[in-house]
Each structure stands twice: as structure tokens, then as C-alpha cells.
């Protein structure tokens, strides 16, 4: 079965990193884009970034930009997200989830989501 | 970036009832339109995908429509479990965006 566990979340001050990983099995990793999706506590959800099946093609949320790296390593089949110079509106429990549509984009799994809490 | 709008922000309805949440893009986003539920300290879960396909393991119960910037998610016939958050996602961008969800309670 599919499994996505996400790990590295954590506390961290502002303005420091944290990396974020999602550890996939039960499919070939290889073959899915895989997503980023947050949820501040008691708010909406919030697409982070995405990646694509090869690692070629990267795409981000303007809040996130220049800040946040998505990126893959498909030989440990693992998903990352780097999150520097991290801001308390950061603080949110982060999901990595699977492309799994054949039409547009959609999360057909998703992780348990990892919380990252950013104050000093 | 792609604005999505659900209404109502929140709703009260009773076992049984039917129930539409509605979800409005900014532009044009085809049939790009995706529905979550999540109910509290739960996972998102993947409703139906391309407007109106059902995922796998999802109750006939629910059903989407629409297309272009207008789409709707009804639930025929509520049942308990179904009192949750409701998302929409647009994904005709690169740049997904969700609304802001539509809280189901039960009346």
C-alpha cells in the first residue's frame, strides 16, 4: 500500500532552516510528481510546491519563493523540502503528497504532515 | 495566481439532506478542479478530481459538476461521517491554489 511519512519538523527561530523529508513506498516513487501542501493551525490548506517525476521541473508558492527548495532523490525515494530563513507565518504542519491524476494535478495520498513551529 | 472562492464559509444541515458547496474560479480553469474533505486532526482526502471523476473508495454519495470558472460539490444524502472541511483546488496552473474550505456541521 502507499505510504508518504514525512520527518524533520521541528522548532526553529526565525530566520534559521529546517529540512523536511517524506519517505515513500508501496509505488514507484519514480514515476509521480510529488507536492508540498501546508495548514497553519486552524486555517485552510495551502499548496507549498511541487516537483516533477525526474526532478526537472520545480515549481513554488509565491510566499515560499527563494526561500524553500523542493527536490528528490528517487535512487532513496524520498522527497525534501529545504526551508530557509523560515518566518513565524511558516508555522504550519507540512504534507507531502503524491500527483496521482491523470488529468491536471490532484493529491491522491498524503502523508501524516510533520509540524514546523518557527519562533524565538 | 488563480483565485478560488468556496460558499458558503460554513454550513449547518441535518442527516439526509443534500447539501452543494460551491467553488469559483478567478479565470477559466476548464475542468482543472479538484474536492478534499478533512475532517479534524485527519488527513486531507481526495474527493473527486477533474470536476466531476470519482476517486477510488468515494461514496456515489458525493458528486461534482461544472467546468470553466463555476463548479459545485453536492453530497445526495448526508451521512455522519461526511460532516467535515470541504476544499476545492484548481490545478490548471503550476501554481495550485485551494479556497479557503466550507465547514459542514451537523444542525
Known amino acids: 500500500q502507499v505510504q508518504l511519512v514525512e520527518s524533520g519538523g521541528g522548532v526553529a527561530q526565525p530566520g534559521r532552516s529546517l529540512r523536511l523529508s517524506c519517505a515513500a513506498s508501496?509505488?514507484?516513487?519514480?514515476?509521480?510528481?510529488m507536492h508540498w501542501v501546508r495548514q497553519a493551525p486552524g486555517k485552510g490548506l495551502e499548496w507549498v510546491a511541487v516537483i516533477s517525476y525526474d526532478g526537472d521541473n520545480k515549481y513554488y508558492a509565491d510566499s515560499v519563493k527563494g526561500r524553500f527548495t523542493i527536490s528528490r532523490d528517487n535512487s532513496k525515494n524520498t522527497l525534501y523540502l529545504q526551508m530557509n530563513s523560515l518566518r513565524p507565518e511558516d508555522t504550519s504542519v507540512y504534507y507531502c503528497?503524491?500527483?496521482?491524476?491523470?488529468?491536471?494535478?490532484?493529491?491522491?495520498?498524503w502523508g501524516q504532515g510533520t509540524l514546523v513551529t518557527v519562533s524565538s | 495566481d488563480i483565485q478560488m472562492t468556496q460558499s458558503p464559509s460554513s454550513l449547518s444541515a441535518s442527516i439526509g439532506d443534500r447539501v452543494t458547496i460551491t467553488c469559483r474560479a478567478s479565470q477559466s480553469i476548464v475542468n482543472y478542479l479538484n474536492w478534499y474533505q478533512q475532517k479534524p486532526g485527519k488527513v486531507p482526502r481526495l474527493l473527486i478530481y477533474?470536476?466531476?471523476s470519482l476517486q477510488s473508495g468515494v461514496p456515489s454519495r458525493f458528486r461534482g459538476s461544472g467546468s470553466g470558472t463555476d463548479f459545485t460539490l453536492t453530497i445526495s444524502s448526508l451521512q455522519p461521517e461526511d460532516f467535515a472541511t470541504y476544499y476545492c483546488?484548481?490545478?490548471?496552473?503550476?501554481?495550485?491554489?485551494f479556497g479557503q474550505g466550507t465547514r459542514l456541521e451537523i444542525k
Open positions: 483546488q484548481q490545478s490548471y496552473s503550476m501554481f495550485i491554489t
Open positions: 503528497a503524491r500527483d496521482g491524476c491523470s488529468i491536471g494535478s490532484c493529491h491522491d495520498y
Open positions: 477533474a470536476a466531476s
Open positions: 508501496g509505488f514507484t516513487f519514480s514515476n509521480y510528481a
